[in-house]
């Protein structure tokens, strides 16, 4: 019987987002086994120790426990529209390192401030606005997506943290000088390969991934 990677995920994780994409635009057919934070699969914990997800188990036992690496798996198997592209370059690599560090940690520490024993998340999320959402605010005042004209792979690994960063208080994320972040923000939200990436999946339930999402039509000879 064929044997299909298995993606270990999470539909809230904002890293699980971003491998689901990239898989879903490679259309990998893919079994998605959607996790309990608390009570992880051992199958996981034995492929990937350090027990976070997303992690890709090939059919050959390779394991991917990084998502990053899950994205460019995925989009070096079959890229059609060229998404890979804005992933490999020089300005990826600054941006990408930008949002999984210090956006990441500010991220958390306004979300959850309690437990890194803060009184409140507002200095964490002004160091964000500093650190990350102004400065992507500038380039996206230049063009509409993070590698051009056309949304790509680095879109899809920045937003699902911006979105969860704009949802932690709506209301205050509308009013900031970030117009552009915003309607980036919404573009990307409203995409095809966003909605196919977020289908609800019941916990512990393995299953062949549902939410694929056709590819270029195929060309008449
Ligand atoms: N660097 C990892 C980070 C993944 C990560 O931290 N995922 C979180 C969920 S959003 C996780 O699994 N945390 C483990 C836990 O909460 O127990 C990646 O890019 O895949």
């Not at 350090?50 to 991917?64: E, I, M, N, R, Y």
């Not at 990053?68 to 370059?89: C, V």
């Not at 964000?128 to 056309?150: D, Y």
Request: include cysteine; aromatic fraction near 10%.
């Amino acid at each position: 019987m064929l044997k299909l990677p298995v993606l270990y995920t999470y539909r809230r994780c904002p890293y699980a987002m971003r491998a689901r994409m990239a898989l879903c635009l490679s259309q990998q057919v893919f079994v998605a086994h959607e996790i309990v934070l608390r009570d992880k699969p051992q199958a996981l914990l034995a492929a990937s120790p350090k027990g976070t997800v997303p992690v890709l188990v090939l059919p050959d036992g390779q394991v991917l426990e990084e998502s990053l690496d899950i994205m460019r798996w995925a989009l070096s198997q079959r890229d059609a529209s060229g998404w890979g592209a804005s992933l490999q370059t020089p300005q990826a690599q600054h941006w990408l390192a930008l949002n999984d560090g210090a956006f990441k940690a500010s991220l958390d520490r306004y979300k959850y401030p309690q437990r890194f024993g803060l009184p409140s998340g507002q200095g964490a999320r002004g160091e964000a606005v500093h650190a990350m959402l102004l400065p992507l605010n500038h380039l996206l005042e230049q063009q509409p997506f993070m590698a051009g004209l056309a949304m790509g792979g680095l879109d899809l690994a920045v937003f699902p943290f911006v979105r969860q960063f704009a949802a932690v208080d709506a209301a205050w994320f509308a009013g900031l000088p970030c117009v552009a972040v915003a309607q980036w923000l919404a573009q990307c939200l409203s995409s095809e390969v966003f909605e196919a990436a977020m289908c609800k999946l019941p916990a512990n339930t393995p299953q062949v991934f549902p939410g694929l999402i056709p590819g270029p039509a195929p060309i008449d000879s």
